[in-house]
């Protein structure tokens, strides 16, 4: 399904001179190569065009393909400087939602070094040998709170710490809840209609992750800006009650 600019404008939940925050569909890539799909970056670039701007859009940070949820884009070098310095400082405040498999503990605080492999798109937990010799090898942190659980499913809002590649997929995998609909982490119930290509294949459910809390300084104001969404994967369904509490 091609999106249009109708549907453009409907995922944008914030836009001045510096920012554009938008709530980016599942199956939607943030960008791609693929001269014949669209992505977010390419339609953020004909919307602005069609509105008499530059086509001037700057990737601050990303999230996964079949995840849905609340990015903010730059629409100038300084306003992204500036919001990439927030990141690095640690003043740029990313939290999560998710439903995973199994019934976690209440809280925890998970810490694992992670290695990518860029010929499979996959991250995995580094052995000991690997954090001796691999320079690649990168520390990930988050925090997460168990929210609500049902039957063997559970609710997390999950704060991350640093931003890895495939981080919150691979670490809640990694102690064993990976998130429902995630086949490419190891995630077997409640996910067999899921797409491990990570492209929506007729796949009638994305993960069931979603980016749902931003909170920064804008760049050019010095304003501390807050923004939620609620996510709309089929996954989430069950715990509507309790998504409507956050």
């Known amino acids: 399904m091609r999106i249009t600019r109708q549907q453009v404008k409907e995922m944008i939940c914030h836009e001045d001179e510096s920012v554009i925050v938008v709530h980016k569909p599942a199956f939607l890539a943030v960008e791609t190569k693929n001269l014949r799909q669209q992505d977010l970056v390419s339609l953020l670039k004909n919307y602005r065009v069609s509105n008499g701007e530059t086509a001037e859009i700057y990737l601050v940070h990303r999230l996964d393909q079949p995840v849905e949820g609340l990015m903010v884009v730059a629409k100038t070098k300084q306003a992204a400087a500036a919001l990439s310095k927030e990141m690095c400082d640690g003043d740029f405040a990313k939290e999560y939602v998710a439903v995973v498999q199994g019934v976690t503990p209440e809280r925890e605080n998970l810490k694992h070094d992670l290695i990518r492999d860029g010929h499979t798109n996959r991250s995995r937990i580094a052995t000991e040998t690997e954090k001796k010799e691999n320079k690649e090898v990168k520390e990930a942190r988050l925090s997460y709170v168990r929210l609500a659980s049902i039957e063997k499913y559970s609710l997390l809002r999950i704060a991350l710490d640093t931003g890895r590649h495939h981080q919150i997929r691979v670490q809640m995998s990694a102690i064993g809840h990976p998130l429902c609909g995630d086949v490419k982490y190891g995630s077997a119930a409640c996910g067999a209609e899921a797409n491990e290509s990570e492209a929506n294949n007729g796949s009638p459910q994305p ?34 009650t309790y998504l409507n509490q956050i």
């Open 207 to 240: 993960l069931a992750l979603c980016s749902y809390r931003l909170c920064f300084t804008h760049p050019k104001r010095a304003e501390r800006m807050e923004f939620q969404t609620k996510p709309t994967g089929s996954f989430f369904e069950m715990f509507a």
